[in-house]
Structures are given as structure tokens and as C-alpha cells.
């Protein structure tokens, strides 16, 4: 039972350069989310997507872009990266919005110089 | 918006001692409570929860009780092992718009 699974585990890129980091669920989950995580601020969430077809701002949504491709897939888009934008990125799912356990994958840590 | 303070750490510990990591909500309607932990290299896990007021959750050893009238939602384990050493974040999610929201993360090291 994969989970939630996302690509790449790490990520290096140049200022400038774009990327899309790829999340993926198998349990049917309805609702969706990429949240950032920085030493000292925890988990800031940057966008979600509460159902399939949809999708709204987070706290710290400037900078990315993001698609909910279907019902299993969420991706987040960084179109030209920034120095501020290193960080390790989570996605998570769950069964609705609100709902109480949300699911996360291992991560992506990405740095860009 | 609504949100959670969590003790900075980190908090190093030998292997048997008693575990208190605070954690305090502000929100304006009557939240749900959490503790996630990230075991190194991992992603977050739930692992206690409590939805109202008096509540006690618990798992693994840990435990929690939601005080409405301290806002406060306590995370303690009364012996530590050394596989307890992970990050602990304190979450809520917010009776007005149903975002799960998270604290800073206490890192916790117990020592053999």
C-alpha cells in the first residue's frame, strides 16, 4: 500500500529554472495539499485542492502554481525558482476537507542556488 | 486565523524519562486537536487526536488532553525510548475553514 508518493526525493536547481514536483495517492482521497516546511515555521500550507476540479490559495501560495490533475494526482509548479523557495516540500491527501488524519508522502527537498 | 504555539526545542532526554512537549491554540470556534510526529527521513504521522473540549487522546505511550480553558493541548509520555526521537508538531484545524494548520515542531532526542 504505496500511500502517498512523490518525485523527485531531491532536487537541485538553478535560479530561474522551473519545475514541477509530482504527488500521487491510492486511497481515494478527496482532498489534497502541498505544504512547505522551514526550520522554526513548521508546515505552511501552500495550496490545496479540497475535491477533484479544484483548487485555492494557501498561507504562502506566491511563487507556485498547481494542478489537480485528477481525482489520484496533484502537482505543484515552480515556475522561476528562488533562493526563498528552498525548502522541503509535503504533499498530503485526505478524505475531506477538515477530515481529521491527513496521509503524507517522504518529501521533497529542494534547493535552489 | 486560527493557530498553534508549540515549545521551541529541541528537548534532549535520557531513555526512561518523563516527556512534556506544551502546545497552546488560539481560535475563534471550537477547533480539533492534534499531534503529528516526523520520524527522521519520513513524513508526518498522525498520532493523537482529540475534537472537543476534555477529550484525551492517546497512543504509543502519549497522551494529551484538550483544556478549553487553558487552550492548551499538552503532548506527555511518562518513559521515553530512545525510538521516540522524531520531530512533534501540535495541529489544529480550524472550525471555519477546515484547513489543518500546524506549529513550529519540537525536535525530541532520547538518549540511550
Known amino acids: 500500500n504505496a500511500g502517498v508518493t512523490q518525485t523527485p526525493k531531491f532536487q537541485v536547481l538553478k535560479t530561474g529554472q522551473s519545475m514541477t514536483l509530482q504527488c500521487a495517492q491510492d486511497?481515494?482521497?478527496?482532498?489534497m495539499y502541498w505544504y512547505r516546511q522551514d526550520p522554526g515555521m513548521g508546515l505552511r500550507l501552500i495550496y490545496y485542492?479540497?475535491?477533484?476540479?479544484?483548487?485555492d490559495k494557501g498561507e504562502v501560495p506566491n511563487g507556485y502554481n498547481v494542478s489537480r490533475l485528477n481525482k489520484r494526482e496533484f502537482s505543484l509548479r515552480l515556475e522561476s525558482a528562488a533562493p526563498s523557495q528552498t525548502s522541503v516540500y509535503f504533499c498530503?491527501?485526505?478524505?475531506?476537507?477538515?477530515?481529521?488524519?491527513?496521509?503524507f508522502g517522504q518529501g521533497t527537498r529542494l534547493t535552489v542556488v | 486565523g486560527d493557530s498553534v504555539t508549540q515549545m521551541e526545542g529541541p528537548v534532549t532526554l535520557s531513555e526512561e524519562a518523563f516527556l512534556t512537549i506544551n502546545c497552546t491554540y488560539t481560535?475563534?470556534?471550537?477547533?480539533?486537536l492534534f499531534w503529528y510526529v516526523q520520524y527522521p527521513g519520513e513524513g508526518l504521522q498522525l498520532l493523537l487526536k482529540?475534537?472537543?473540549?476534555?477529550d484525551k487522546g492517546s497512543n504509543k505511550g502519549f497522551e494529551a488532553t484538550y483544556r478549553k480553558e487553558t487552550t492548551s493541548f499538552h503532548l506527555e509520555k511518562g518513559s521515553v525510548q530512545v525510538s521516540d526521537s522524531a520531530v512533534y508538531f501540535c495541529?489544529?484545524?480550524?472550525?471555519?475553514?477546515?484547513?489543518?494548520?500546524f506549529g513550529a515542531g519540537t525536535t525530541v532526542t532520547v538518549r540511550a
Open positions: 481560535a475563534t470556534g471550537y477547533p480539533s
Open positions: 495541529a489544529l484545524i480550524s472550525s471555519n475553514d477546515y484547513k489543518l494548520s
Open positions: 498530503a491527501s485526505s478524505e475531506a476537507l477538515g477530515w481529521a488524519e491527513a496521509f
Open positions: 482529540a475534537t472537543k473540549a476534555d
Open positions: 485542492s479540497a475535491s477533484e476540479g479544484t483548487t
Open positions: 486511497m481515494n482521497h478527496n482532498s
